[in-house]
C-alpha cells in the first residue's frame, strides 16, 4: 500500500511541474500577445549578454546530489544532459530540461538503434528520472521570461552535455528549476557523435 501511495506521490508531483511549465508558457504567450499583437507572440528579445560561457564554472555537481543539499535561493552548478522527454525544449519559453549524468540514456546502455529519441531516456525508471530531472530557464536583465526557443538557433541540442550555473528555485511538488545565468556546452562529450 505503501509503495502505491508513493508511486501517485511521485505521478502527482510530476505531472504538477508538467502543468505548471505549460502555464507558464502560455501565459507569457498570452501576454506578449496582448503587449504586441503584431509580434504574433514571438519576442525577438535577445538572450542575456554572457549567457553562454566558454569555460566551465567551478564546483557542478550532477542533479541528484544538488537536490540532496541546495536549498531555494542557493547558487548551484548544474552537470546534466539536455533530455528527460522526447520534447525537452519549450517551444515558446527559454525552458529546458536536464537530466543527471548518472542517468544512461539509451545510446549508453549498447542498444544504439533501441530509441530513435534517446534523450528521453525511456530505458531509465521513471523514479529515477523524476529524481535526475531539473528545468533550466533564462530570462533576460529585467528577470522577465524570455518567449524563445533555445533548440530554435542550434546552439543548444537534444543529448547535449551541459554545465548550468544559476539560482535554485523551489516549487510545488518537489519539482526542481534552476534561473541560468550561464550555459556552458561541455567539450570532449563522449555521445557528441550522437548529438544531431
Not at 42 to 48: D, F, G, H, I, T
Not at 110 to 134: F, I, M, N, Q, V
Amino acid at each position: 500500500m505503501n509503495s502505491m501511495h508513493s508511486l501517485i506521490t511521485r505521478l502527482g508531483a510530476s505531472f504538477l511541474s508538467v502543468v505548471t511549465l505549460m502555464f507558464v508558457a502560455c501565459e507569457k504567450r498570452a501576454a506578449d500577445s496582448a503587449a504586441n499583437p503584431a509580434s504574433g507572440g514571438k519576442s525577438s528579445a535577445p538572450l542575456p549578454a554572457g549567457l553562454f560561457v566558454a569555460e566551465q564554472p567551478a564546483g557542478a555537481v550532477g542533479v541528484i546530489a544538488a537536490r540532496a543539499s541546495a536549498k531555494a535561493g542557493d547558487r548551484v552548478v548544474l552537470l546534466g544532459r539536455i533530455g528527460g522527454s522526447r520534447s525537452p525544449f519549450v517551444s515558446n519559453h527559454a525552458i529546458f530540461t536536464i537530466i543527471d549524468p548518472s542517468l544512461k540514456s539509451c545510446v549508453e546502455t549498447g542498444d544504439e538503434d533501441h530509441c530513435p529519441r534517446p534523450w528521453d531516456y525511456c530505458c531509465e525508471e521513471r523514479k529515477s528520472l523524476t529524481a535526475g530531472l531539473a528545468s533550466i530557464e533564462v530570462r533576460d536583465a529585467q528577470d522577465k521570461p524570455l518567449a524563445i526557443s533555445l533548440e530554435r538557433d542550434g546552439t543548444l541540442k537534444p543529448l547535449m552535455l551541459v554545465a548550468v550555473e544559476g539560482t535554485w528555485q523551489a516549487t510545488d511538488g518537489g519539482a526542481l528549476l534552476v534561473r541560468a545565468d550561464h550555459i556552458h556546452k561541455v567539450t570532449n562529450d563522449p555521445l557528441a557523435k550522437y548529438i544531431k
